[in-house]
């Protein structure tokens, strides 16, 4: 029996090309733009190596000073008592006015060192600079690296990939050792290889000389926190960065909580030091504040320039909702139209099987695999478009370092929602048309 | 086999009520070759659909092979159709995504026949009806006798012990006209099909068995 409504759909499709192709493209088509969308999501905000935590990290990329201006309003009522004199109620408030005076940046690592060492419920951190570029020389050529400055705590918070060797650690760092982590890509452009034997060699940084103790895989994401090409020890950076007594200067701080969940308490314990922070007197400002955030919530607020990390999620995501709904939308609602019209177009056709003996059931299962059909070659259309769209993105750099993968659960996931709709655009009406009275539908 | 008992038929659109059958009363015994007459528009086509349990009767009494019919979206209904009546529609009904010999097929489908014997038996229909060399057509690349033809094929492809044909000589010339007469003569004498068939010509009506005239729905012989 199956095979019959299987070939009878075969010869419907094949019999109405332009439909079937209409179809077809509307089904391919939506998969393919929501392998897309989620796959650059995914690669957005998904977790990847070395950020494989990256639901419990809170970021604090800078500090911001401000002073805000209030205006004092004073409200007098006069009131004329009955022997008439006057009395006088008076009323002083005080509130900000919006303007105000701030400035933010990266802080030193003074000031992270000293206060923001002992939060709760952070299973470990890291401190550590992104700023710097640093030119190598080896025979007389020249490489430029962008150089991380970070402490032991980089490699907890951070996992890198080590193709060979290891991470320098607590002693290398207390101790200043000139010692280096780079990625296979700068290992290739300055040592030309990617080997076990790079392991130990030295290379001439600026004035001095580091010796590598192990190379990472560069992180195909597009992540500030990560990108660096070369990593040193915090303690190697300029002495006098290195003990400046300012507040600001180049680093930054990256905290994983114990458990997802924990973050909030992180953010807490940050804003809980801006409160409580006394200002130094003879700074132009009267207060502080941190900003920290979730990466999705460093990356809306950057994006759209709002320090409200609730409203810069809103005003990020909310048009991009609208537009990929949109853009959805219209090819589903062709679907379903077109599937709709269908059935009806075929009013006569059901009329006629069921005077030959089909039941309502017969009329409905060759409609779901005229469905079915459909999205199964339209499901493997889509997946030939969205493996060779990703293939094409990632083989021309379109996304920069950015790599799109393809999952093949939403895959699935996705076939599974349009053959839903399909379905039920189809069989609705498919169901109404099986039990309308045949010689009615016959006239 | 067919009993129809004051049956009436009445059409409702907004602005008329058209009595399509008034009161009719027919039966129509096992084996037998009846013809039914009457002006264009008289209900003929009515009676037919109600013969054939594709149309309802207002008011009245259907019973086919000695049980009445009520539920007529069941399953029941379906298999009886399928097994038991054939239907030659007077505008033929073919599904113009199917070709000619898929059309035939059609009431094999809703049973369990494999998809060789189904094609062997619609080859064979085909080819008492004539039209063997259109099996791969599609019907909008037949003429109208050829289109009857292939509704001719559909209708007996079964074997029902009932065939219903709505003017099934219509738009054929005489030669084809009797030829088809010959066969559904055949049929009838040879396998004991019953068959109703109208008609508006007294030549094919003299053929059979009985003959029945309608006028304005109602039965006037
Ligand atoms: N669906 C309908 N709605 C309204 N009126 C209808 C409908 N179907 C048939 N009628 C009316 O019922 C009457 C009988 O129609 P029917 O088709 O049975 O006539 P007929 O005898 O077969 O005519 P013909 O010889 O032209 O085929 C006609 O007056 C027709 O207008
Ligand atoms: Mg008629």
């Not at chain 1, 296979?184 to 580091?210: H, K």
């Not at chain 1, 973050?263 to 030091?273: G, N, V």
């Not at chain 1, 889509?382 to 939403?410: C, E, T």
């Not at chain 2, 062997?120 to 006798?145: I, W």
Request: net charge negative.
């Amino acid at each position: 029996m199956i095979k019959n409504y299987l070939t009878l759909a075969l010869k419907v499709l094949r019999r109405k090309p332009f439909y079937t192709f209409i179809s077809l493209f509307g089904i391919s088509f939506t998969l393919m733009i929501l392998m897309l969308v989620t796959s650059m999501g995914d690669a957005l905000f998904g977790a990847h190596k070395p950020v494989s935590d990256l639901d419990q990290l809170v970021y604090t990329p800078f500090i911001e000073r401000y002073t805000e201006f209030y205006d004092t309003t004073y409200t007098v009522d006069t009131i004329v008592m009955d022997d008439g004199a006057l009395r006088f109620d008076s009323l002083q408030s005080v509130e900000p006015n919006g303007s105000m005076n701030n400035s933010n940046g990266p802080m030193s690592f003074h000031f992270l060192d000293e206060h923001m060492r002992d939060f709760e419920n952070v299973d470990s951190y890291t401190f550590f600079s992104d700023a710097s570029h640093i030119d190598a020389y080896l025979d007389g050529r020249k490489v430029s690296l962008n150089t991380y400055y970070a402490d032991a705590g980089y490699w907890q918070v951070f996992d890198f990939d080590f193709i060979h060797g290891l991470p320098f650690g607590p002693d290398d760092v207390e101790q200043g050792n000139k010692v280096a982590v780079i990625t296979d890509r700068a290992a290739r452009n300055y040592f030309g290889e990617v080997s076990a034997a790079v392991v130990g060699s030295e290379m001439e940084l600026g004035s001095e000389r580091f010796r590598v103790v192990g190379i990472v895989e560069r992180p195909l994401i597009d992540d500030r926190t990560v990108r660096g090409d070369i990593f040193l020890p915090v303690t190697t950076i300029d002495n006098r960065q290195y003990t400046s007594t300012e507040m600001y200067g180049p680093f930054q701080a990256v905290f994983k909580a114990t458990a997802p969940g924990k973050r909030e308490s992180i953010k807490q314990q940050i804003e809980f030091l801006a409160d409580n922070f006394e200002m130094p007197p003879e700074s132009d400002y009267e207060n502080i504040r941190f900003r920290p955030g979730t990466y999705v919530e460093i990356f809306a607020g950057s994006t759209v320039m709002e320090n409200d990390y609730d409203k810069a999620k809103l005003m990020l995501f909310i048009p991009v909702a609208v537009l990929l709904f949109l853009f959805l939308a219209l090819p589903l609602l062709n679907l379903i139209n077109l599937n709709i019209s269908r059935v009806y177009e075929r009013k006569s056709e059901i009329a006629v099987r069921k005077a030959f003996g089909a039941d309502s059931r017969d009329i409905l299962y060759q409609f779901i695999f005229e469905n079915l059909v459909l999205t199964f070659i339209g499901g493997l259309i889509g997946l030939a478009l969205a493996v060779l769209v990703i293939k094409y993105v990632n083989a021309n750099d379109l996304l920069g370092i950015v790599r799109l993968s393809f999952s093949v659960q939403n895959f699935f996931y996705f076939l599974l929602v349009i053959l839903l709709f399909g379905l039920f655009s189809g069989l609705l009406p498919a169901y109404r048309m099986s039990r309308t009275n045949i010689g009615t539908a016959l006239r | 086999m067919i009993e129809l008992q004051n049956i009436s038929k009445s059409y409702r659109t907004d602005t008329i009520e058209t009595l399509a059958l008034q009161h009719m009363n027919l039966s129509v015994p096992a084996g037998e070759f009846l013809s039914i007459m009457g002006p264009s528009g008289c209900g003929k086509s009515t009676l037919l659909n109600i013969m054939g349990l594709i149309d309802e009767p207002t008011e009245g009494r259907v019973a086919l092979a000695g049980k009445e019919v009520t539920n007529y979206n069941g399953s029941k209904v379906a298999r009886f159709r399928n097994e038991q009546l054939g239907f030659i529609f007077q505008s033929f009904h073919l599904i113009n995504d199917l070709s000619v010999v898929d059309n035939v097929e059609l009431p094999l489908l809703y049973r369990r026949v494999s998809g060789k014997e189904r094609r062997r038996l619609a080859l064979e229909a085909l080819e008492r009806v004539g039209l063997s060399n259109r099996a791969n057509h599609f019907p909008t690349q037949l003429s109208g006798g050829q289109k009857q033809r292939v509704a001719i094929a559909r209708a007996i492809v079964g074997r029902p012990n009932i065939i219903l044909a709505d003017e099934p000589t219509g738009n054929l010339d005489s030669h084809m006209g009797d030829e088809i007469m010959d066969i559904l003569t055949r049929l009838n004498q040879e396998l004991g099909t019953t068959i109703v068939m109208v008609t508006h010509d007294e030549r094919m009506a003299k053929k059979t068995h009985r003959l029945v005239r309608l006028s304005d729905g109602e039965r006037v012989s």
